[in-house]
Every structure is written in structure tokens, then in C-alpha cells.
């Protein structure tokens, strides 16, 4: 079973508007982790956001927001006033606990985002 | 800071032939990942180190895959004989510890021909 998933292979979205990214998870350990990271066409990952699975509040750096939705078992990236840098890939991630497998990174497909100007 | 640095960022080999990929982690950071990304899917984890300890080599197809981390810095991931299917982009990563958030370096993209 896919542990991490995003159902938007592509999405566009009108330069300044806000755009949200859907991630849903599933994972039976109770203390996880959950990030999103961008992947711009040169290929490196750059961290954007992080939730812990015991973090109250929905974790926020600068334009991006993860709305954090525990029962549900979504983790959505929301991108306020996008820019046109903001066009990548972008991936959600889960670290479970810290087992034997613990630090291990569980990536989804991925979403690919066009800013329209 | 520097961030993780990867070379080479490209190789064209032909199948059967050795490759090498080399990586520099972030100063001070213990731990260390190998990702191996195929066209069109997220990073999968080949390799994790603790210093000079590999603690997870559990995805690592050891029949041709081999990687070293001498003195708990720079590391190396080899294969040898390439495979078609090992076209890839791989990636590092390092982070503080365990439980830290893992920073990626720009990656090695491979294409076996």
C-alpha cells in the first residue's frame, strides 16, 4: 500500500494566487514526520515545511503553509501569493518513528506546478 | 554554510562499465543518505550512514552497488557493472541526526547506454 500519496500529477495556478497541493499518508506508528520539498528542473530538493505528528499548530515558513489535518491523514502544502519561481515539482515526505527504520524519508509521486503569469 | 555538494552533477556511461558519485554533507552533519530518484517518481532511500556506520543498507542492490563513508565525512556511492536500469538521478543527503530534517545536494544524474 502507497504510504504516501498525491493525487495531482499536474497543476496550474494564475501568478499571486494561492494554490494548494494535496498529500495524504497513512501509517500506523503514532509519532511521524512530515515535510514537503520543492524540486526546481536543475534538481536539487529544497526543504519548504516540516509537522510533527504531535505539533498542535499547523507549521508555517513564510508563503507556505501545511494545513495539518491528523484524523484525516492529510498533510496539503498551501502556497500563498505564488510567484513564477515558485513552477517545480514538489514532494511530500514521511519519517516515521524513530525505529530501526527511522530517518528513512517515504516519498509521494510528486506534484508538478505551473505559475501562469 | 555550504550546503551538500555532489560530483559529478552528470555521467554517460555505457551498461557494464563502473560508475563512481562522490558526496560532501553539510560540516557537522552525522548522518548521510543515499537516494536513488527514477524519471517521474519520488527519492528512494539506497543507503543511510551513522559516521562511518552504515545503519540501513537494506534497499542497496549489493550484487553491484557498493558505498563508503571514511571517517564519517565524505561518502561514496559506486556500481559496478552498470545496468540500463540504473539511469537514475541520485541524490545525497545529510542531516544533523536521526531525527533532523535531511538536506539534499543537487545530484548525480546517470544515463546507462
Known amino acids: 500500500a502507497q504510504k504516501i500519496t498525491q493525487t495531482q500529477p499536474g497543476m496550474f495556478v494564475q501568478e499571486k494566487e494561492a494554490v494548494t497541493l494535496d498529500c495524504t499518508y497513512d501509517t500506523s506508528d503514532p509519532s511521524y514526520g512530515l515535510f514537503w520539498y520543492k524540486q526546481p528542473s536543475s534538481g536539487e530538493m529544497i526543504f519548504l515545511i516540516y509537522q510533527g505528528s504531535y505539533d498542535q499548530q499547523n507549521a508555517t515558513e513564510g508563503r507556505y503553509s501545511l494545513n495539518f489535518q491528523k484524523a484525516r491523514k492529510s498533510a496539503n502544502l498551501v502556497i500563498s501569493a505564488s510567484q513564477l519561481g515558485d513552477s517545480a515539482m514538489y514532494f511530500c515526505?514521511?519519517?516515521?518513528?524513530?525505529?530501526?527504520?527511522?530517518?528513512?524519508?517515504?516519498f509521494g509521486q510528486g506534484t508538478e506546478l505551473s505559475v501562469k503569469p | 554554510e555550504a550546503g551538500v555538494v555532489q560530483s559529478p552533477r552528470y555521467k554517460i556511461i555505457e551498461k557494464k562499465q563502473p560508475v563512481a558519485f562522490w558526496c560532501n554533507p553539510i560540516?557537522?552533519?552525522?548522518?548521510l543518505y543515499w537516494y536513488r530518484q527514477n524519471l517521474g517518481q519520488g527519492p528512494e532511500l539506497l543507503i543511510r550512514?551513522?559516521?562511518?556506520?552504515?545503519?540501513?543498507d537494506s534497499q542497496l542492490p549489493k550484487d553491484r552497488f557498493s558505498a563508503e563513508r571514511l571517517k564519517g565525512v565524505d561518502s561514496t556511492l559506486k556500481i559496478q557493472p552498470a545496468e540500463l536500469g540504473d539511469s537514475a538521478v541520485y541524490l545525497c543527503?545529510?542531516?544533523?541526526?536521526?531525527?533532523?530534517?535531511?538536506?539534499f545536494g543537487p545530484g548525480t544524474r546517470l544515463l546507462v547506454l
Open positions: 550512514y551513522e559516521n562511518e556506520e552504515a545503519v540501513d
Open positions: 543527503a545529510s542531516s544533523l541526526g536521526l531525527a533532523e530534517t535531511q538536506y
Open positions: 515526505a514521511m519519517r516515521e518513528g524513530l525505529t530501526n527504520q527511522g530517518g528513512k524519508l517515504i
Open positions: 560540516s557537522g552533519h552525522n548522518t
